[in-house]
């Protein structure tokens, strides 16, 4: 038995169809021309020629050695911190895994955060902003929804906007209403645990620990975490300079870690590791946060040495606090004695300043203090002091104070009470942009 396909109604529509359009000619198919194994370098040397680059000096060592000298002479930040030659040959005998995948030497250390922080695990990221960012992306899980932070935080003010940009959250900012940190009843006043529809309700509280170098105190961060964590909201740390918190008030920092859901420290900050920071939480927390980081661009690969420089620092630069603490108190002393107003103290590495009430200016100040044979670096009322920070810096950066408050009242200036001075600043970081040494 035969069996068609087609029925004799499809066969006479057929029958009526034009004729088909003729076959276009085909294009001519370009093959790229490949160099095979036999083929001579001589013929792609001009492509190797334009992508060599040598990028040391041959005056690096003295150049390094002056870069060195400069940063034991800058008050701007304590993220100018390097690597010191013993961190770099640490740092190279460390494994060379893709992290993206695993290395050793990065899960090493994560393995050893969590442990010294009480937390189930810890995720190496590149920076302190990441580590926050992706911490609360991590936290926020359905909008809407906001973040509450103190108003001169870094999440709120350093950040690029991250927090709207990266979780479309909006943060609630609150001054501190006794003008050091955030207490509990800042919190109560401000949280948003509201279900109208107008509202953004609060799904993480902030803190940071320090902040401008100051520290809360422990008993309100209990206090904090015993309430939001009564209502259903997480506690989150940004906790870049917890070092700092723990070899100042000799508190372990699991007990600093305890009361918080997440933890983000930063190994960059005054400790002299190149890069990195880590962030702490459960182990539920930290695989949705490997994954965030692998969203936002932050996997890493061979991240080996920079774990390892991360690990030399927790060991050899942490217990050189200690000495930063006692010079950022001698600097304040000694302004204090000049007749500076202080405007933030030195509780741990940083102080913050007035000099008007001797009549002195920022800018008197660190032009002169540029001026110097050994120039200083200075920005505006932050002084940083760090663990590269040397003692002459700070004896000369107040020998320059002084001798212009000198030479103002020689003018006929009359020197204010700095105790008087002016009214509370809104913001006590008067900032004014740096003039490093230009390279001879």
Same mark, same amino acid.
């Given at each position: 038995?035969?069996?068609?396909?087609?029925?004799?109604?499809?066969?006479r529509?057929?029958?009526?169809?034009?004729?088909?359009s003729?076959?276009?000619t085909?294009?001519p198919?370009?093959?790229?021309?490949?160099a095979?194994s036999?083929?001579?370098?001589?013929n792609?040397?001009?492509?190797?020629?334009e992508l060599?680059?040598?990028?040391?000096?041959?005056n690096?060592?003295q150049?390094?050695a002056?870069?060195?000298?400069?940063?034991?002479?800058?008050?701007?930040?304590?993220?100018?911190t390097?690597p010191?030659e013993e961190m770099?040959?640490y740092a190279?005998t460390?494994t060379l895994?893709?992290?993206?995948?695993?290395d050793?030497?990065?899960a090493?250390?994560?393995?050893?955060?969590?442990k010294?922080?009480g937390?189930?695990?810890?995720l190496?990221v590149?920076s302190?902003t990441a580590?926050?960012?992706?911490?609360?992306?991590?936290h %926020?899980?359905?909008p809407p929804?906001?973040? @509450? *932070?103190?108003q001169?935080?870094? /999440?709120? !003010?350093?950040e690029?906007?991250?927090t709207?940009f990266?979780?479309?959250?909006?943060l609630?900012?609150?001054s501190p209403?006794?003008k050091h940190?955030?207490t509990?009843e800042?919190?109560?006043?401000?949280i948003?645990?509201?279900?109208?529809?107008?509202?953004?309700p609060?799904?993480?509280?902030a803190?940071?620990?320090t902040l401008n170098g100051?520290?809360?105190?422990?008993e309100e961060v209990?206090r904090i975490?015993?309430?939001?964590?009564?209502?259903?909201?997480?506690?989150h740390?940004?906790?870049?300079?917890?070092?700092h918190?723990?070899i100042?008030?000799?508190?372990p920092?699991k007990e600093l870690c305890d009361?918080?859901?997440?933890?983000?420290l930063c190994?960059?900050?005054? %400790?002299?590791?190149p890069v990195?920071s880590? @962030? *702490?939480?459960s182990?539920?927390f /930290?695989k !949705?946060?490997?994954?965030?980081?692998?969203?936002?661009g932050g996997?890493m690969r061979?991240?080996g040495?920079l774990?390892?420089?991360?690990?030399?620092?927790?060991?050899?630069?942490?217990?050189?606090?200690?000495?930063?603490?006692?010079?950022a108190?001698k600097?304040e002393?000694?302004?204090?004695e000049?007749?500076?107003?202080?405007?933030s103290?030195?509780e741990?590495?940083?102080?913050?300043?007035?000099?008007?009430p001797v009549?002195?200016?920022y800018?008197?100040?660190a032009e002169r203090?540029?001026?110097?044979?050994?120039?200083?670096?200075l920005?505006?009322?932050?002084?940083?002091?760090?663990?590269q920070t040397?003692?002459e810096?700070?004896q000369?950066f107040?020998t320059?104070?002084r001798t212009?408050?000198q030479e103002?009242?020689?003018?006929g200036f009359v020197?204010s009470?700095?105790n008087?001075y002016?009214a509370f600043l809104?913001?006590?970081y008067?900032?004014?942009?740096?003039?490093?040494?230009?390279?001879v």
């Open positions: 038995m035969r069996i068609s396909l087609f029925s004799s109604t499809s066969i529509r057929c029958a009526r169809l034009p004729p088909p003729p076959i276009p085909p294009r198919v370009f093959i790229m021309r490949r095979n036999h083929s001579s370098l001589n792609i040397a001009p492509i190797l020629d060599k680059l040598d990028l040391i000096s041959e690096h060592v150049e390094n002056a870069k060195r000298k400069e940063i034991s002479r800058t008050f701007i930040s304590d993220t100018i390097v010191t770099y040959a190279t460390a895994g893709d992290d993206v995948y695993f050793p030497s990065t090493h250390l994560e393995a050893h955060v969590a010294i922080t937390k189930e695990a810890a190496f590149s302190g580590s926050n960012q992706i911490a609360l992306r991590t %926020l899980q359905q929804y906001s973040v @509450l *932070v103190d001169r935080s870094h /999440i709120n !003010k350093y690029a906007g991250g709207a990266h979780s479309g959250a909006h609630i900012t609150v209403s006794n940190h955030l509990l800042d919190v109560k006043d401000n948003m645990l509201s279900d109208d529809i107008h509202f953004a609060t799904t993480v509280v803190l940071e620990n100051t520290i809360i105190p422990q209990e975490s015993e309430y939001v964590h009564s209502v259903g909201v997480k506690l740390l940004d906790g870049a300079r917890i070092w918190v723990a100042e008030t000799e508190t920092l009361p918080f859901d997440s933890v983000s190994f960059s900050k005054g %400790l002299g590791a990195g880590c @962030l *702490v939480g182990k539920e /930290i !949705k946060a490997r994954w965030f980081r692998k969203l936002f996997g061979q991240t040495f774990a390892a420089s991360a690990a030399y620092a927790l060991t050899h630069n942490v217990p050189k606090l200690v000495q930063v603490h006692a010079l108190r600097l002393a000694g302004l204090e000049i007749g500076c107003r202080i405007l103290r030195a741990t590495c940083m102080i913050f300043y007035d000099p008007a009549g002195v200016s800018d008197e100040i203090g540029s001026a110097l044979p050994e120039p200083l670096v920005g505006g009322s932050r002084l940083v002091v760090h663990i040397s003692e810096a700070v000369d107040l320059v104070v212009l408050a103002k009242k020689s003018a020197a009470d700095p008087t002016g809104k913001d006590i008067v900032r004014r942009a740096a003039t490093f040494p230009k390279k």
